[in-house]
């Protein structure tokens, strides 16, 4: 499938280099405002056109798929244009500032026989399918604590008075929906939708949080999720159950996963050695899904971005956090 990117931060060439190991995508496009930095882009991966025109590179019939890697806030208006235009969209995590958004746009591309996904790296590796299918070792789950806690460099830039997009309402940003949904998708891939969230969050100058702890209640156990961008965690993940305990080294990748027997004491490694590349699954996968035309995985896969979207929109309802496309 010929592909076309938006943005020219790391993660672009992070993708592209997933996108050609995965043998499932052609690099052919490249987008940026400026000219220069899609010349370059294009340049380096051997991509065949550049643009500076989104309603261009959208109607070129040179694309039929396209990466979008900009500040979140913009994620939703530059996907309508490529899925108005017949072009599939993998929009990069958090796919956009609201389920209003998500759920206009899932519309516009079922009316134009496209497919619209959100790029999030852990819920396809291989490691994320094991442990789903070994979870209920674990028994009757009690606890789980995820947490996905970086400094930013981005966060320096703050302190000296400055408004990094992903540390601005005007941007959709905030640790939560940056960092907090890669164990998000975790908590709603195993265990589904929480009965109740409850939100704590450090709330900067901007109005958007630089980190949190989220509570989601489930039938007889409770998810707390912590994240943060201006504080550092050497924490493991812990899934606790009545029979044994899961210990992850990372929720994203998920690198390493552990499980204690409660009773004999005895742990196993259950993880495989994965990609450095990582993103080359989820190529894999939302490649396959649109192939074979998958409708049912599309389907789980809307489900839960919804699911994660409306926790973390009633994550920021409960403390006033407000994004500028939403005043
Ligand atoms: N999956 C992952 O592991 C991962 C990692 C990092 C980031 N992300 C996601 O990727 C997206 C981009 O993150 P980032 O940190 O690279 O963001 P960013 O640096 O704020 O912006 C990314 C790119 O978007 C363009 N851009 C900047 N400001 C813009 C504006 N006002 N309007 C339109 N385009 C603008 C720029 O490209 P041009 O100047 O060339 O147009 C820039 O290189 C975010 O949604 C983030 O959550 C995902």
Redesign the pocket.
Same mark, same amino acid.
């Given at each position: 499938m010929n592909l076309g990117t938006?943005?020219?931060?790391?993660?672009?060439a992070?993708f592209i280099e997933a996108a050609k190991l995965s043998g499932k995508f052609n690099l052919k496009a490249v987008?940026?405002?400026?000219a220069d930095?899609?010349k370059e882009l294009a340049n380096t991966y051997n991509a065949a056109h550049y643009f500076t025109d989104l309603e261009e590179m959208a109607k070129s019939p040179e694309i039929q798929a396209v990466y979008i890697?900009?500040?979140?806030s913009?994620?939703f208006e530059q996907a309508l244009i490529f899925l108005r235009n017949k072009k599939h969209v993998i929009c990069?995590?958090?796919i956009f500032s609201n389920t209003a958004e998500l759920t206009a746009a899932y519309q516009i591309a079922e009316e134009n026989g496209v497919y619209l996904f959100e +790029?999030?790296?852990n819920i396809h590796t291989p490691n994320f399918q094991i442990l789903k299918e070994k979870l209920h070792m674990a028994g009757n789950l009690r606890s789980a604590i995820l947490p996905y806690m970086k400094y930013s460099s981005r966060y320096d830039l703050f302190l000296q008075g400055e408004e990094?997009?992903?540390f601005s309402s005007s941007?959709s940003g905030g640790a939560l929906v940056?960092l907090g949904v890669y164990p998000l998708f975790l908590a709603v891939g195993l265990f589904g939708e929480p009965n109740k969230v409850t939100y704590y969050p450090v709330i900067l100058r901007t109005g958007v949080d630089g980190s949190g702890t989220l509570i989601l209640e489930y039938q007889d156990f409770v998810c707390t999720i912590l994240c943060s961008k201006i504080s550092d965690s050497e924490l493991p993940c812990e899934i606790q159950g009545e029979q044994g305990t899961f210990v992850l080294e990372d929720a +994203?990748p998920i690198s390493q996963i552990k499980f204690i027997d409660s009773h004999t004491k005895e742990s196993e490694i259950f993880s495989v050695s994965q990609e450095d590349k990582d993103?080359v699954y989820e190529c894999i996968n939302l490649a396959g899904i649109i192939e074979t035309n998958n409708q049912e995985e599309y389907e789980k896969h809307k489900d839960w971005s919804e699911k994660v979207l409306r926790i973390t929109e009633e994550a920021r309802r409960q403390n006033s956090i407000v994004f500028g496309v939403e005043r």
């Amino acid at each position: 499938m010929n592909l076309g990117t938006v943005g020219t931060g790391w993660i672009t060439a992070s993708f592209i280099e997933a996108a050609k190991l995965s043998g499932k995508f052609n690099l052919k496009a490249v987008y940026s405002r400026t000219a220069d930095k899609a010349k370059e882009l294009a340049n380096t991966y051997n991509a065949a056109h550049y643009f500076t025109d989104l309603e261009e590179m959208a109607k070129s019939p040179e694309i039929q798929a396209v990466y979008i890697a900009s500040p979140n806030s913009v994620h939703f208006e530059q996907a309508l244009i490529f899925l108005r235009n017949k072009k599939h969209v993998i929009c990069e995590k958090p796919i956009f500032s609201n389920t209003a958004e998500l759920t206009a746009a899932y519309q516009i591309a079922e009316e134009n026989g496209v497919y619209l996904f959100e +790029a999030i790296r852990n819920i396809h590796t291989p490691n994320f399918q094991i442990l789903k299918e070994k979870l209920h070792m674990a028994g009757n789950l009690r606890s789980a604590i995820l947490p996905y806690m970086k400094y930013s460099s981005r966060y320096d830039l703050f302190l000296q008075g400055e408004e990094p997009n992903i540390f601005s309402s005007s941007f959709s940003g905030g640790a939560l929906v940056d960092l907090g949904v890669y164990p998000l998708f975790l908590a709603v891939g195993l265990f589904g939708e929480p009965n109740k969230v409850t939100y704590y969050p450090v709330i900067l100058r901007t109005g958007v949080d630089g980190s949190g702890t989220l509570i989601l209640e489930y039938q007889d156990f409770v998810c707390t999720i912590l994240c943060s961008k201006i504080s550092d965690s050497e924490l493991p993940c812990e899934i606790q159950g009545e029979q044994g305990t899961f210990v992850l080294e990372d929720a +994203a990748p998920i690198s390493q996963i552990k499980f204690i027997d409660s009773h004999t004491k005895e742990s196993e490694i259950f993880s495989v050695s994965q990609e450095d590349k990582d993103m080359v699954y989820e190529c894999i996968n939302l490649a396959g899904i649109i192939e074979t035309n998958n409708q049912e995985e599309y389907e789980k896969h809307k489900d839960w971005s919804e699911k994660v979207l409306r926790i973390t929109e009633e994550a920021r309802r409960q403390n006033s956090i407000v994004f500028g496309v939403e005043r």
